[in-house]
């Protein structure tokens, strides 16, 4: 089972509802529970509704940090997690193709979903003795120690570092013209330079 903290997983919800894209990050976990996902964290990248592309110097300089930090590969380079902004968590025929080039040398991963409409996928791929894949269960773990939510820090960091590819008002009628009208989404469809 993939479990988060209380905070993760706030944190996971908040940024899922920020927009009308996918959003990715990165899964830093307990070091002595590597299925425990305490925070989530968010480099630069191009989303749409359909894919999230990591900028490869924004992940260099992250395993860089979470090295500094003396965390180990393990702990932050295992668990990917993104959001689908419609109602399946079903990995796509695009996320099955980059989990398999991105983490397929790795000994084992996750690729875990949570759509908007609230269903949540996850799956352990595992190389040693041949590869399998293993569903697995998602949930909450409130036994954990864990701080409250930051909104404000977790809009921070969605700002600082996802980037819509197109502009959706023209093309998504789940997003209604009064909402577009609003100044977060002028900053949110604003081209990335």
Do not use: N
Not at 123 to 139: E, F, K, S, Y
Not at 151 to 175: G, I, N
């Amino acid at each position: 089972m993939l479990t988060f903290s209380p905070t993760a997983w706030a944190k996971l919800l908040f940024l899922r509802d920020l927009g009308p894209t996918e959003v990715g990050g990165f899964g830093i976990t307990e070091p002595d529970d590597l299925l425990c996902v305490r925070d989530i964290v968010l480099v630069e990248q191009q989303c749409t509704e359909t894919f999230v592309s990591f900028d490869d110097l924004a992940v260099a300089e992250f395993f860089d940090q979470q090295i500094d930090a003396g965390r180990h590969p393990q702990q932050f380079a295992r668990v990917w997690v993104h959001t689908h902004p419609g109602s399946s968590a079903q990995p796509s025929s695009v996320d099955e193709e980059t989990f398999a080039r991105v983490f397929g040398p790795c000994d084992w991963a996750v690729m875990a979903i949570l759509a908007r409409g609230g269903e949540t996928y996850a799956q352990l791929h595992w190389r040693q003795g041949g590869a399998v894949r293993i569903p697995m269960r998602v949930d909450v773990r409130f036994d954990v120690p864990f701080v409250g939510s930051d909104q404000e820090a977790w809009q921070a960091e969605y700002d600082a570092h996802v980037h819509p590819h197109c502009d959706y008002r023209l093309s998504d009628p789940r997003w209604p013209q009064q909402e577009l009208d609003d100044p977060f989404f002028d900053r949110l469809f604003e081209p990335a330079l």
